[in-house]
């Protein structure tokens, strides 16, 4: 069965760093993308970035290019998500989800998603 | 960017009803459209690629159609498990963009 399981909730204050993880099995970690959503409280869902474990090749989107960065762990099929300086505004639930593939190539869609970290950043 | 907007942004029915949720995106998409379902406290669930394709356990009461840039996606008849937000996504190019959802509740 592929699952990913996160990380756990985490409270910080303003200016802190922070990681968190995505821990993946049932599948070859190396071969499929794994994507990165935000949800804000109460709001919807915004595509972060993804990235491909097999080489870290990753794609951003605008919004998140050099607020957060992406990266993974090949030898413990885990993937991250990291800030430098945490803002208030990071306040949110944070999946990741696996890309989408088959034999003809990748889709930019998402399943299965990991159960969501909360991050609560507060001073 | 291509922007997904979805109507209604709420709705109430009842358990039996037949409901439909539309999706539009700013420029065409071809078929490269999915929809989500996520429940309270819940992840979001995959439903639905390429605008009508049923991923695999999703129940045939779910429907998706659509191309370009109009699409929808029906229940055909509401079971309480359904009471929902619904969420559509382009999957054409990046960035991925979502719709703002659309929440299903009960009369």
């Known amino acids: 069965e592929v699952q990913l399981v996160q990380s756990g909730a985490e409270v910080k204050k303003p200016g802190e760093s922070l990681k968190i993880s995505c821990k993946a099995s049932?599948?070859?970690?190396?071969?499929?993308?794994i994507g990165w959503v935000r949800q804000m409280p109460g709001k919807g869902l915004e595509w972060m970035g993804i990235i491909y474990p097999g080489d870290s090749d990753t794609k951003y989107s605008p919004s998140f290019q050099g607020q957060v960065t992406l990266s993974a762990d090949k030898s413990i099929t885990t993937a991250y998500l990291q800030w430098s300086s945490l803002k208030a505004s990071d306040t949110a639930i944070y999946y990741c989800a696996r890309r989408y593939q088959d034999s003809s190539g990748y889709y930019n869609w998402f399943g299965p998603w990991g159960q969501g970290t909360l991050v609560t950043v507060s001073s | 960017d291509i922007q997904m907007t979805q109507s209604p942004s709420s709705v109430s029915a009842s358990i039996g009803d037949r409901v439909t949720i539309t999706c539009r995106a700013s420029?065409?998409?071809?078929?490269?459209l999915t929809w989500y379902q996520q429940k309270p406290g819940e992840a979001p669930k995959l439903l639905i690629y390429t605008a009508s394709s049923l991923q695999s356990g999703v129940p045939s009461r779910f429907s998706g159609s659509g191309y370009g840039t109009d699409f929808t996606l029906t229940i055909s008849s509401l079971q309480p498990e359904d009471f929902a937000t619904y969420y559509c996504q382009q999957a054409n190019s990046f960035p991925i963009t979502f719709g703002q959802g659309t929440r299903l509740e009960i009369k």
């Open positions: 420029q065409g998409i071809g078929s490269w």
């Open positions: 049932g599948y070859s970690f190396n071969s499929y993308w």
